[in-house]
């Protein structure tokens, strides 16, 4: 999942049909169809008394990390309301044979989690170590709680994703994974986990996290472990993708102009929007900053340009931001909002002191800047008009220059 175009090509489109395919898979998924055991390889070997350690080749990723992480873990639980199914990758740090610690961001995992502690009963979780990539993807989209990712992934397959049920609970797991761990998270149960680096690279604190008991493994015979390395390519744009999809179909919902977004690398999948739209009216870019700001608490800077910026060239949109930006008039600054809580500039590391862990709800404050890097609409003659040469888009040099060519520089004739 390192590339764009890999990504693209697992899902059978161009690069730049990318995000409306994901999206049209977000809004239509269709429902998992069930097998039976004998029909999934991910059962085909079934340990009830299983040692994670022993079993899986988990690695230690980074120079400071605290023990070995599984971080290509497809964490898939039930709400316990609804029985819908949520998916998230969370990042597990093995601590013994039977027992891993989680950390779960504020979101559906979390909620379904707090769900059952308040009424003092374990959550069942079963976690998926191996699957296709469009199964990976579909577990990153950004969609309201009770839209099963896994319809998704089937949506992106265009055809039902086969499930089965876990040996040890009720959690459908997709059938033909390599490995499955099946637990449950355990209520009232804290233990340290980390540092560990995250995709931010840096390390995110020691902390007290929730407890995954293990109740049993399936694999398949000869199974493959996946593990993301963190902060390289896989881990940004696993999370940047389903996250640009959703983002856009967000503003295009309230602004039919918004063009195209791309959460820059730079940014770290994340933080940093560039957003492209083709400009109406001179207070349109602001809105646009704001709406972006709301889409996901994530997003820290967004840079609006104009639809003559290509979004996935950041040298383009420093560009635009160097010639049709004054930082007077056109920055926008939010105090005091909700950030990633990995990011290290946040209160998590400023306020409190060295070694002192602000509660939940006082971590990842962070400000908000926008930044309009548009023209004016209506301007004079050709001073916001880009400088281009006629046709520098539609050669290619490789084709039309021979080596000892002679070329006749009146008339542009080519002879050998
Ligand atoms: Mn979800």
């Known amino acids: 999942m390192s590339q764009r175009s890999w990504i693209a090509e697992a899902m059978g489109v161009g690069e730049k049909d990318l995000l409306k395919r994901f999206r049209e898979a977000a809004d239509q998924p269709l429902k998992c169809q069930e097998v039976e055991a004998s029909q999934a390889p991910c059962q085909e070997v079934i ?43 969370n990042r ?34 079963a976690v998926v170590i191996g699957v296709d990539p469009l199964t ?33 609970n009720e959690v459908r797991v997709p059938a033909s994974s390599e490995i499955v761990i099946e637990g449950r ?31 049993a493994i399936t694999h398949r015979k000869s199974p493959i472990y996946h593990t993301i390395v963190p902060a390289e390519m896989e881990h940004l744009l696993l999370g940047s993708i389903p996250r640009e999809a959703t983002i856009l179909a967000h503003l295009q919902r309230s602004f039919s102009n918004v063009i195209d977004v791309h959460l820059s690398i730079g940014g770290v999948g994340r933080y940093h929007l560039f957003v492209k739209i083709r400009k109406i009216h001179e207070g349109q870019p602001k809105n646009v900053i704001c709406a972006a700001f709301g889409a996901h608490y994530d997003i820290k800077q ?12 950041p040298r383009q949109v ?9 930082a ?11 950030g990633s809580v990995l990011d290290p500039s946040t209160t998590v590391g400023q306020d409190f002191g060295p070694g002192v862990v602000p509660p939940a709800h006082m971590q990842g404050i962070s400000a908000k800047m926008g ?3 548009t023209r004016p609409v209506v301007y004079h003659e050709h001073v916001f008009t880009r400088v281009r040469v006629p046709g520098e888009l539609e050669v290619d040099p490789e084709t039309v220059v021979q080596s000892n060519a002679r070329i006749d520089w009146h008339t542009g004739a080519v002879s050998a």
Request: aromatic share 6%; glycine share 6%; proline share 6%.
């Open 302 to 313: 967004v840079v609006v340009v104009d639809d003559d910026v290509e979004v996935h060239d």
């Open 328 to 338: 007077d008039r056109d920055l926008v600054i939010i105090q005091g909002a909700q």
């Open 318 to 326: 420093e560009w635009a931001v160097a010639t049709r930006f004054q």
């Open 47 to 89: 340990l009830k008394q299983a040692d994670v350690l022993r079993l899986l080749p988990i690695p230690t990723h980074s120079e400071h990390d605290n023990g070995p992480y599984i971080t290509a873990g497809l964490v898939i639980a039930r709400n316990p309301t609804t029985g819908i199914q949520n998916v998230s990758i």
């Open 136 to 168: 990976l993807l579909a577990s990153q989209a950004v969609v309201p709680i009770d839209h099963d990712e896994l319809e998704i992934a089937g949506a992106l397959h265009g055809r039902p994703l086969p499930v089965v049920k876990c040996q040890t």
């Open 185 to 215: 998270l355990l209520p009232s149960v804290r233990e340290l986990e980390g540092p560990f680096g995250e995709f931010p690279r840096y390390y995110s604190a020691r902390e007290h996290r929730e407890v995954i008991q293990v109740d």
């Open 371 to 373: 930044l309009d890097a």
């Open 92 to 125: 597990i740090q093995v601590h013994s044979g039977n027992r891993m610690a989680i950390l779960m961001l504020p979101r559906h995992l979390l909620a379904f989690y707090k769900e059952a502690e308040s009424r003092q009963q374990a959550l069942d979780v």
